[in-house]
């Protein structure tokens, strides 16, 4: 399957909200292809989301520590725990900045065959899915600092390009 290249932050792709997908069709299953090869492409990736291949489509995939699949059209449930951790982007690559997310995340969506899906995750593979899901509403991660982190952080990211 193909390899895409992966939108940087600057891109307005980034910002859209993606649609729900409606027809669990051959396209569908060629987008799932396509975001896991792409994924699958380079050393350390742990999610991606269909926006950062500029496809404004609510589909993500994620591979941590033995856990890797695909959800479609997710929604989260969060835990009340929260905790800090240095968080990247493969849209921002080579910057990692501490941020706070749940530690814990329940992930419901369906499959690319329309099969309901879901996906109980902690720590890392948590992260990686409240981070893939923003992605899907338009929001990227540094959206989450505070305004004078923000502004370190895109420095750090472009000048990191």
């Known amino acids: 399957m193909t390899t895409l290249p992966i939108r940087t932050f600057d891109d307005p792709v980034l910002r859209s909200v993606a649609a729900p997908v409606r027809d669990f069709d051959r396209e569908l299953r060629r987008l799932v292809k ?3 090869a792409t994924l699958r ?6 999610g991606l989301a269909a926006p950062q ?3 404004p489509l609510r589909v993500l995939v994620y591979s941590y520590d033995g856990a890797s699949g695909h959800l479609v ?3 989260l449930e969060l835990s009340q ?6 968080e990247a982007c493969l849209s921002a690559p080579g910057v990692w900045w501490p941020l706070e997310r749940s530690y814990m995340v329940t992930a419901r969506g369906r499959d690319m065959f ?3 899906v879901t996906v ?4 890392v593979l948590a992260r990686v899915l409240q981070h893939e899901t923003d992605h899907l509403d338009g929001v990227l991660f540094s959206d989450h600092l505070e305004a004078s982190e923000r502004e370190r952080f895109l420095a750090a ?3 990191a390009e």
């Open 53 to 55: 291949l500029g496809v």
């Open 114 to 116: 329309g099969k309901p």
């Open 41 to 46: 492409a380079g050393a350390g990736r742990a």
């Open 34 to 36: 396509s975001l896991t």
């Open 157 to 159: 990211a472009f000048t």
């Open 120 to 123: 109980r995750a902690l720590g």
């Open 73 to 75: 059209n997710p929604r």
């Open 81 to 86: 725990r929260r905790i800090t951790a240095d």
